[in-house]
Nanobody, 120 residues
Framework: QVQLQESGPGLVKPSQTLALTCTVS??????????WSWIRQPPGKGLEWIGY???????YYSPSLKSRTSISRDTGKNQFSLQLSSVTPEDTAVYYC????????????WGKGTLVTVSS
């Protein structure tokens, strides 16, 4: 059973960088054909895909967030991380990490999500 757990600060000030980590257990982030994603849901709105890092370490980002987003990984700790710079209150959301299989729609495992509020 694969489990994902998000961690990081719940409150970030405007203009600062949001940093979250997803710790994966029950499966390796380097297992062939799996992609590891960050997704968010602002209050009262739908899900928004932020980006992913693949099993080989390649990254892909949403065009609307690309200039502010960086996703990296620590294979020794079986973790992958999100950094979102220059945040504004519009970045307030529940942030999720999730796993998807290459060329297969949808996600098979999700973290529980963590609320990040951007406020001074």
């Amino acid at each position: 059973q694969v489990q994902l757990q998000e961690s990081g600060p719940g409150l970030v000030k405007p203009s600062q960088t949001l940093a979250l980590t997803c710790t994966v257990s029950g499966g390796s982030i380097t297992t062939n054909s799996y992609y590891w994603s960050w997704i968010r849901q602002p209050p009262g709105k739908g899900l928004e895909w932020i980006g992913y890092i693949t099993y080989s370490g390649s990254t892909y980002y949403s065009p609307s967030l690309k200039s502010r987003t960086s996703i990296s990984r620590d294979t020794g700790k079986n973790q992958f991380s999100l950094q979102l710079s220059s945040v504004t209150p519009e970045d307030t959301a529940v942030y999720y990490c999730a796993r998807e299989l290459e060329a297969t729609p949808g996600y098979d495992y999700w973290g529980k999500g963590t609320l990040v509020t951007v406020s001074s």
